[in-house]
Nanobody
Framework: QLVESGGGLVQAGGALRLSCVASGRTVSSHAMGWFRQAPGGERDFVAGINWSGAITNYADSVKGRFTISRDNAKNTVYLQMNSLKPEDTAVYVC??????????????????????????WGQGTQVTVSS
């Protein structure tokens, strides 16, 4: 089970830190990702990280503003979001690459991975950015 927290309402230019804790399973050997879904929209890739944290990947829309990280000892993945914009408003969902489609060994898919690469999902946390 993946459980997200840290969402909320913030003004444009503000920051939030999302957390995703895995319980009942260990995700330390799997890549993890954050996706987001706005009302009426599709589930879009935001950021990904391989099992060790050595490889990260971001959507162009969040590069330079968001940072993904992980603490395998705590079975937790984080998403630090800075300089938030109203267009970042969405439900943010974390996901685990349980079948190693996104990353395997020490390499990862070079582009934007599809949501179908990830086999386990959380329920999501709402992020709302006001202008």
């Amino acid at each position: 089970q993946l459980v997200e927290s840290g969402g909320g309402l913030v003004q444009a230019g503000g920051a939030l830190r999302l957390s995703c804790v895995a319980s009942g399973r260990t995700v330390s050997s799997h890549a993890m990702g954050w996706f987001r879904q706005a009302p009426g929209g599709e589930r879009d890739f935001v950021a990904g990280i391989n099992w060790s944290g050595a490889i990260t990947n971001y959507a162009d829309s969040v590069k330079g503003r968001f940072t993904i990280s992980r603490d395998n000892a705590k079975n937790t993945v984080y998403l630090q979001m800075n300089s938030l914009k109203p267009e970042d408003t969405a439900v943010y969902v974390c996901a685990a690459d349980t079948d190693n489609y996104y990353c395997s060994g020490n390499g990862c898919y070079p582009g934007t991975p599809p949501a179908s690469d990830f086999g386990a999902w959380g329920q999501g946390t709402q992020v709302t950015v006001s202008s």
